[in-house]
């Protein structure tokens, strides 16, 4: 598998997991902003928690179709390196906030069958990084989290996408090394296969999944 494959701990939520996080060598740290998610965070306490992670390490805030109006209280509250876009938004969309907000942008795009990696490409033209993930259940509550891997076949011999991408979608300590043989990603993203409960995240299973990238 890929050497020292940079990761992603999104839906963190106390400061105890975020110091736990940045320790065990996360290279990105994610707040979600979407009320329906049990990992979502009020702006105030995600500013609170995002001024404890260390410098190196890149701020993203998770957001589902926002509006401008938003976007705006999200970032003129949090101190951010990058947005990720895990809604519908279209690549026009993914475009304009990229402009508006000078903000590096993250679009999440859903993998079910051969035919949905189309989207990365589209998305690659707009985008600065793309997040490879399972596609949703039809009807699900949540876009992402829900702890659903895809078939990571699909990806194989596909490692040089036009933009750096991350992959996402049921990754636990025990799947990733795995996934990423297979996948050839240099960037993985994981949360709810680091948590006992639902947005309850494990100090022991982050860095278990960490030390499994390595």
């Keep these: ?12 939520t106390a400061p105890d997991h975020v110091r ?22 009020e702006i105030e306490a995600a500013a609170e928690l995002a001024h404890l992670v260390p410098a190196g390490i890149a701020k993203v ?11 705006d209280r999200i970032v003129a509250s949090v101190p ?9 938004e279209s690549p026009d969309r993914v475009a304009e906030v990229r402009q508006r907000f000078g903000l590096p942008v993250m679009k999440a795009i859903g993998v079910a069958e051969a035919e949905d990696l189309a989207a ?5 033209e707009v985008a600065d990084q793309l997040l490879i993930d399972a596609k949703p259940p ?23 996408w036009r933009r750096p991408w991350m992959l996402a ?9 795995e996934a990423t043989r297979m996948t050839g990603a240099r960037q993985v993203d994981v949360s709810s296969g680091v948590e006992s409960a ?7 299973l982050i860095r278990a999944f960490i030390d499994a990238t390595r």
């Excluded at 039809?138 to 040089?160: C, Q, S, T």
């Excluded at 979608?169 to 025990?174: E, F, I, N, V």
């Design 120 to 124: 990365i490409d589209l998305y690659s």
């Design 80 to 88: 951010l390196d990058m947005l990720q876009l895990h809604g519908k």
């Design 138 to 160: 039809r009807n699900a509550e949540l876009p992402g989290g829900n702890g659903l891997a895809f078939d990571w076949r699909l990806l194989a011999g596909r490692k040089y």
């Design 61 to 71: 805030a998770l957001t589902v179709n926002a509006s401008d109006e938003e976007l």
């Design 198 to 204: 639902p947005g309850v995240k494990d100090a022991a």
């Design 20 to 41: 736990v996080a940045a320790e065990a060598g996360a290279r990105y740290i994610g707040f979600v902003f979407f009320p329906k998610s049990p990992r979502h965070l």
């Design 169 to 177: 979608g049921g990754l636990t300590p025990d799947n990733v090394a």
């Design 1 to 12: 598998m890929p050497q020292d494959a940079s990761v992603k701990i999104c839906g963190l």
